[in-house]
Every structure is written in structure tokens, then in C-alpha cells.
Nanobody, 123 residues
Framework: QVQLVESGGGLVQAGGSLRLSCAAS????????MGWYRQAPGQQRELVAD???????NYADSVKGRFTISRDNAKNTVFLRMNSLKPEDTAVYYC?????????????????WGQGTQVTVSS
């Protein structure tokens, strides 16, 4: 089985910074894209940033210039550095990975999600 475990969330004042981490573990053959999503109360889950296995990145317009996504392929970990945080960044942040495993002698590739970590930015 595959697990993604996020850490690093918390309460911070506006203008502050946080660094989220997400580590994947289990019977992993490879990890392709990894990304961070967030969901605020009463709103749909939205993409924050994602990164390919080769390091190409993509950001939501609302976080460009403030957030940085990176990954350590050797450790199956993705990070999200969040600077200049705003109250509107408050949400549960989830990581997702497109992960390939070996299932009964056949490769299986699917999306796996972490359990989420709360980020709260006070004004």
C-alpha cells in the first residue's frame, strides 16, 4: 500500500511563512507528478502548485511569487514553501502524487492523496 503523509501546517500571522512537507511511502516503483491542493470551508478543492518528476512547476495565479514547490525524488517527498501568507490562504492543504506500484506482476499507476494539514493565517 501507498501512504502520503503531510506535515508542517499550523497557525501563522499574515505575512508569515510556513513550509509543508509530504512524504510518500510503500511499495512505490516510481512517482510522476506531485502537487499541492487546498480546500477552504464551503469551497471546492483547488490546485495550488504541482511539479513533474523532471522539476517543471505550475502555480495557481493566487500564489505565484509567494509559494515555491520542490521535491526530493530520492526521498519521495514534495515540499511547499509558503511566504507572505494571507488570510485567504487559510485552508486544509493536501498533497497528491501520481504513483506507480507493482500489482500482481502488472504496473498500476494512480493518484494517491494525503490526509491533509490545516493552515490558518490570522489577520
Amino acid at each position: 500500500q501507498v501512504q502520503l503523509v503531510e506535515s508542517g501546517g499550523g497557525l501563522v500571522q499574515a505575512g508569515g511563512s510556513l513550509r509543508l512537507s509530504c512524504a510518500a511511502s510503500g511499495s512505490i516503483v516510481s512517482i510522476n507528478g506531485m502537487g499541492w491542493y487546498r480546500q477552504a470551508p464551503g469551497q471546492q478543492r483547488e490546485l495550488v502548485a504541482d511539479i513533474t518528476s523532471g522539476g517543471s512547476t505550475n502555480y495557481a495565479d493566487s500564489v505565484k511569487g509567494r509559494f515555491t514547490i520542490s521535491r526530493d525524488n530520492a526521498k519521495n517527498t514534495v515540499f511547499l514553501r509558503m511566504n507572505s501568507l494571507k488570510p485567504e490562504d487559510t485552508a486544509v492543504y493536501y498533497c497528491k502524487g501520481r504513483i506507480t506500484t507493482l500489482q500482481r506482476m502488472a504496473y498500476d499507476s494512480r493518484d494517491y492523496w494525503g490526509q491533509g494539514t490545516q493552515v490558518t493565517v490570522s489577520s
